[in-house]
């Protein structure tokens, strides 16, 4: 698929960085790379501290702390856009979850546009077997994650963890599926979509995945970058830029030239929602049907095996600054 992007540009690319494992020390100085570059992407946060040491993302940084805060206001007055990862780290009931978006409002001035759910969080919106539209695929991803907990219900309006109301009315784009490609055109010609059967939200989006610094190195390598300039593509880059991308408060070498090397090309590089405005703006329907939704569900266990095969392990350089006592 090809698609006219703003002022003459080949390509779409920004990233979507999941808030996880994120400090202020660990996220400072590939954010300055980025602005540096013109790179004005969109960075999650977590409005609510939860402080349970038996959390894997204990010692990540909040709206709650202070300079942390002072930060994300600084990232989006020079035009990142902050969007939502959930209340907290750990699940939250729906009281919980006013309160955090309240936060949110109260210290950046607006409610989130965008928003991706959170691990295993029992409020997450259309999560887990959730997304899945036939009994076959809800099974096989049973049987791929062999979990009996029930972590998708913020959708539910009989649960203690229901804000679907408050989703439909605050939340313009919500994440859906994750993928092993640059550019996304090559999944689905529509990358940001409406879906009748997920009522309590407004527009999905796909996107490309990338778990860590060295999955995100291999991603955005030059032979990709070629490839989705050359294509006229979209990338919407999922990734936790809290994950191994600074050591010694110094961005990743190969992450520092990759990025340089991307930004030198006729990109268009705005945040995920500005990007999603564009697509919806130009598409003439949005709705997606039967068939393109079993197509994005199909491709995504294909994509799911394949990462599993693939997947990279890289140096937890984060947890100096998570734990910086120890």
């Not at 990232?75 to 979850?97: D, K």
């Not at 809800?138 to 049987?143: A, D, G, H, I, T």
């Not at 879906?195 to 939200?201: A, E, T, V």
């Amino acid at each position: 698929m090809k698609i006219s992007w703003p002022e003459n540009k080949q390509f779409a690319f920004t990233i979507f960085d999941d808030t996880d494992v994120s400090t202020l020390g660990n996220i400072t100085p590939v954010y300055e790379l980025l602005a540096g570059l013109g790179f004005r992407t969109t960075k999650s946060v977590w409005p609510l501290s939860a402080n349970d040491p038996a959390s894997d993302y204990f010692g990540s940084h909040t709206l709650e702390d202070g300079k942390y805060c002072d930060y994300i206001k600084s990232l989006q007055q020079r035009g990142f856009e902050i969007a939502y990862h959930g209340a907290r780290m750990e699940s939250s009931s729906r009281n919980m979850v006013q309160k955090s978006l309240q936060k949110f409002r109260t210290e950046l001035g607006v409610y989130p546009r965008a928003y991706a759910c959170h691990a295993g969080n029992c409020e997450n919106l259309y999560w887990g077997e959730a997304r899945f539209t036939i009994k076959a695929f809800k099974l096989l991803f049973q049987l791929l994650n062999q979990s009996k907990i029930r972590y998708s219900e913020g959708h539910r309006p009989e649960s203690r963890f229901f804000w679907g109301d408050l989703a439909k009315k605050y939340i313009n784009y919500a994440r859906s599926f994750s993928y092993d490609e640059i550019n996304l055109f090559n999944i689905s010609p529509r990358v940001c979509y409406a879906d009748s059967r997920k009522p309590f939200l407004n527009y999905l989006f796909i996107s490309s995945d990338a778990d860590n610094v060295e999955e995100f190195n291999n991603l955005i390598h030059l032979k990709n970058q070629e490839k989705l300039e050359r294509q006229g593509g979209v990338c919407i880059l999922s990734t936790h830029l809290g994950k191994g991308f600074i050591k010694e408060d110094a961005v990743n070498p190969a992450t520092k030239y990759l990025l340089e090397r991307l930004s030198q090309r006729n990109g268009w590089f705005p945040t995920v929602s500005q990007l999603l405005d564009y697509l919806t703006g130009t598409c003439r329907e949005t709705e997606i049907d039967f068939t393109q939704r079993i197509n994005l569900e199909l491709k995504w266990f294909l994509h799911s095996f394949k990462r599993k095969l693939t997947a990279r392990t890289y140096e937890k350089s984060e947890l100096d600054y998570l734990f910086p006592d120890e």
